[in-house]
């Protein structure tokens, strides 16, 4: 397929070079300021641009069918929709990579094809994600959309969903607590280990085993720790420990009140 | 080196079949009602004992040194130190496996040989953890009882390090934010997609990218997500969500504002 892709960040990053390497054609890469597109659009053989307007050459006047893929935050794709699809017709399948976003989103917008293509994982620029092991979730408003957004889909990744926009607005949500809020905990811990001179890495035995141990139980299954045993006087002198850092106590306490809703009852 | 476990909980049970392994004879397994000792004992070619008053037969008289390490909850350490070393005698090596309680602990009960024994990991009794790369911090109250518990603890790890009761208390607690509060995290996540027929392995990906990043950065340096990109739609939106559950409601807002001090401030 014919591929535009508005957005050079993080997940473009990744998802750029995966429809390269399955053969699709980067017709041009944008991003606000053309910077980041020019990076990821040399890696694409593709061409940069800056901002949406310069995407007029890649209109689909023609009426050879291309797809639209957005990776911009929510708030940027909602305040620019409207400007992408006026600039490429309404003839162009529009996709968009947002968890968060409806996919009514295109409709307003004036789209008629159009659809979502959310990757579940976690994505940085300075690490490329492989796409194959990466769920897709994907949505079409109709049909003959959901078939093109399946092939796309099924060319990069092993792993293809269906679903609803409603059903993934509660998976980025539940997304959020499986992934960043897990880094911001081990984030705290870093800051903690680190004023007593000890690095991180330390605790990557037991991040990873953590890990392992998932393929075998589930989260609720594998909870272990002072909260989990109502080991209370453990509890209290963490609580004591972190009397300097009362942000990190108030999380301690109320993560471990949720952890076991028996333990640290307030006085 | 002649060892003697009291505890067969989840510790014991990885740690019991590493030092029979490395060579060591396990020469006596207690636990409170002697059920969980027996299990353990028979993997170990060991006596299982109910309490501490049967170890009698195994106390130090003879002048042979021995090694007693406890394997239980902090407070039952505190509560039953006296009544092992009362038992095994003041000659025997006494070491612990928690890491929130001070060494000494054991000179408190009268013990003249002891120390810590703390391995870095979270254990289960389902899963038994290989020892040999997980952290083992230890401490001890003299040059000759150093060297003693530098011997078994490299015996059954290749990474040993020494580390004080006042550090091993900062390790403890940041191991907590390590591991069991992202473990809680996920927990949070797995009760989102439940209650939307989805089953936690679709988030097993991200949460795998995840840990493998933390090889390359540190967590600090990889977060992600709407609160660290300042989405605050997202954020709002999620809040919203989160209406019926009021708790996880709270820890979405804290959690995000540790993550960047400059969203979702007060109205």
């Known amino acids: 397929m014919e591929v535009i892709l508005i957005g050079a960040g993080n997940v473009a990053c990744s998802l750029g070079p995966a429809l390269k390497e399955a053969g699709h054609r980067i017709a041009a890469v944008?991003?606000?300021?053309?910077?980041?597109?020019?990076?990821?659009?040399?890696?694409?053989?593709?061409v940069a641009v800056e901002g949406i307007r310069p995407l007029v050459p890649f209109s689909n006047g023609s009426g050879q069918p291309s797809v639209c893929i957005t990776m911009l935050a929510d708030d940027v794709l909602k305040a620019t929709a409207g400007e992408i699809v006026e600039t490429l017709g309404p003839d162009t399948?529009?996709?968009?990579?947002?968890g968060s976003v409806a996919m009514d989103v295109w409709r307003d917008?004036?789209?008629?094809?159009?659809?979502?293509?959310?990757p579940m994982t976690s994505f940085s620029r300075n690490c490329p994600v492989s796409m194959r092991h990466v769920p897709l979730f994907v949505e079409a408003d109709s049909d003959g959309?959901?078939?093109?957004?399946?092939?796309?889909?099924?060319?990069?990744?092993?792993?293809v969903k269906e679903l609803d926009?409603?059903?993934?607005?509660?998976l980025h949500l539940a997304a959020v607590?499986?992934?960043?809020?897990?880094?911001?905990?081990m984030a705290i811990s870093q800051l903690l280990l680190e004023r007593h001179g000890i690095g991180f890495e330390v605790m990557l035995p037991l991040v990873k085993g953590a890990v392992d141990k998932l393929e075998h139980m589930t989260p609720l299954e594998s909870q272990t720790g002072p909260a989990a045993r109502g080991d209370i006087q453990v509890l209290e002198h963490h609580m004591e420990m972190l009397a300097g850092d009362p942000e990190w106590?108030?999380?301690?306490?109320?993560?471990?009140?949720?952890?076991?809703?028996?333990?640290?009852?307030?006085?």
């Open 30 to 46: 944008s991003s606000r300021t053309g910077l980041s597109a020019r990076e990821l659009a040399g890696k694409l053989d593709s």
């Open 93 to 98: 399948l529009y996709l968009h990579t947002a």
């Open 109 to 118: 917008a004036g789209a008629c094809r159009y659809g979502v293509f959310y």
């Open 145 to 159: 959309s959901l078939a093109a957004v399946l092939e796309l889909a099924r060319s990069i990744s092993d792993s």
């Open 165 to 170: 926009s409603q059903g993934r607005l509660f």
């Open 177 to 185: 607590f499986a992934n960043n809020f897990p880094c911001r905990m």
């Open 249 to 267: 106590q108030t999380l301690y306490k109320l993560i471990s009140k949720d952890i076991n809703p028996n333990i640290l009852t307030d006085d």
